[in-house]
Nanobody
Framework: QVQLVESGGGLVQAGGSLRLSCLAS????????MGWYRQAPGKQRELVAG???????NYADSVKGRFTISIDNAKNTVFLQMNSLKPEDTAVYYC???????????????WGQGTQVTVSS
C-alpha cells in the first residue's frame, strides 16, 4: 500500500558528506513518522534518525551533531544529510514510514529496499 524508494548512497572518504532521499508513494493519507535505520554486516538494524508529524526529531547518539533528518511533507520525501562521515557509518541504510492510509486509521509500517553507504578511511 505504501512504497518507499531510497537514493543517494555511495562511496565517500572519511570526513565527507552524503545526502540520502526517500520518496514515499501509494495510499498515504497522513504520515505519522519517517525514519532512517542502518544495518552493518554482522550487526542488528539500528535507528539512525527519526522525524514525526510534528517535525520532532530524534537521533542515535553516534550521529548527533553530524546527521540531520528533514521532511518535505508536500512531496512525501524524507532526507538524511550526513556530514563528517566515519568508516563506522558504513552500512545499508533503510527508510521506514509509519502512515495512515485512510482518514480513520489503517496504519501501515513499510520499509525501503535499502541503499549502501560506504565510508573509506
Amino acid at each position: 500500500q505504501v512504497q518507499l524508494v531510497e537514493s543517494g548512497g555511495g562511496l565517500v572518504q572519511a570526513g565527507g558528506s552524503l545526502r540520502l532521499s526517500c520518496l514515499a508513494s501509494g495510499s498515504i493519507f497522513r504520515i505519522n513518522a519517517m525514519g532512517w535505520y542502518r544495518q552493518a554486516p554482522g550487526k542488528q538494524r539500528e535507528l539512525v534518525a527519526g522525524i514525526n508529524s510534528g517535525s520532532r526529531t530524534n537521533y542515535a547518539d553516534s550521529v548527533k551533531g553530524r546527521f540531520t533528518i528533514s521532511i518535505d511533507n508536500a512531496k512525501n520525501t524524507v532526507f538524511l544529510q550526513m556530514n563528517s562521515l566515519k568508516p563506522e557509518d558504513t552500512a545499508v541504510y533503510y527508510c521506514n514510514i509509519v502512515a495512515a492510509t485512510t482518514a480513520w486509521g489503517n496504519v501501515v509500517n513499510s520499509w525501503g529496499q535499502g541503499t549502501q553507504v560506504t565510508v573509506s578511511s
